[in-house]
T-cell receptor, first 112, second 111 residues
């Protein structure tokens, strides 16, 4: 079984809809991250969390919110989706001993 | 604002060629620099560099960091079609715990 899982893997939605992307991990890591990837733009950090009570905005948090329901679960919400949120979204984890991040398989989101 | 710049943005070579990918950075309180490989899926870890001048090597891939000139290079020798991917560089700063990524270099290796 994969250590970091994301659901759904693909989603097509319409402008104005609320969307939730979910991430679960079995690596036992405290730190979790949400990124979006657009063609030619690498990975941009949306939100990150170092433990259940710690949530931090990344460089592009506007239009997004997150919830850290448990150490192993970190969800990303788009309250009212817009077309420029069409992107590939990755969840990642790491622990405090190493800077290496482990990525989920990604969610491809299309907002029409 | 932390900044990571990769070059070139894309590169096309033939099998057997040697390539060098570049990553320069401007950050406060540098902690580490990491290289990832992304094929048609999630990025996977290649190397983590924290000290200048110490080469990390894995098969045909190697990487080195220069903390004085603020850059790192990733070398791939005897390239194969399976090396075709996006190569991402990321820098972690002390006490922040989060990574700033460059835009990546897209490498295409032709048979």
């Amino acid at each position: 079984d994969a250590d970091v899982t994301q659901t759904p893997r693909n989603r097509i939605t319409k402008t104005g809809k609320r969307i939730m992307l979910e991430c679960s991990q079995t690596k036992g890591h405290d730190r979790m991250y949400w990124y979006r990837q657009d063609p030619g733009l690498g990975l941009r950090l949306i939100y990150y969390s170092f433990d259940v009570k710690d949530i931090n905005k990344g460089e592009i948090s506007d239009g997004y919110s997150v919830s850290r329901q448990a150490q192993a679960k970190f969800s990303l919400s788009l309250e009212s989706a817009i077309p420029n949120q069409t992107a590939l979204y990755f969840c990642a984890t790491s622990d405090y001993l190493t800077d290496t991040q482990y990525f989920g398989p990604g969610t491809r989101l299309t907002v029409l | 604002e932390d900044k990571v710049v990769q070059s070139p943005l894309s590169l096309v070579v033939h099998e057997g060629d040697t390539v060098t990918l570049n990553c320069s950075y401007e950050v406060t309180n540098f902690r580490s620099l990491l290289w990832y490989k992304q094929e048609k899926k999630a990025p996977t870890f290649l190397f983590m560099l924290t000290s200048s001048g110490i080469e990390k090597k894995s098969g045909r891939l190697s990487s080195i960091l220069d903390k004085k000139e603020l850059f790192s290079i990733l070398n791939i020798t005897a390239t194969q079609t399976g090396d075709s991917a996006i190569y991402l560089c990321a820098v972690v700063v002390t006490n922040a715990g989060k990574s700033t990524f460059g835009d990546g270099t897209t490498l295409t290796v032709k048979p």
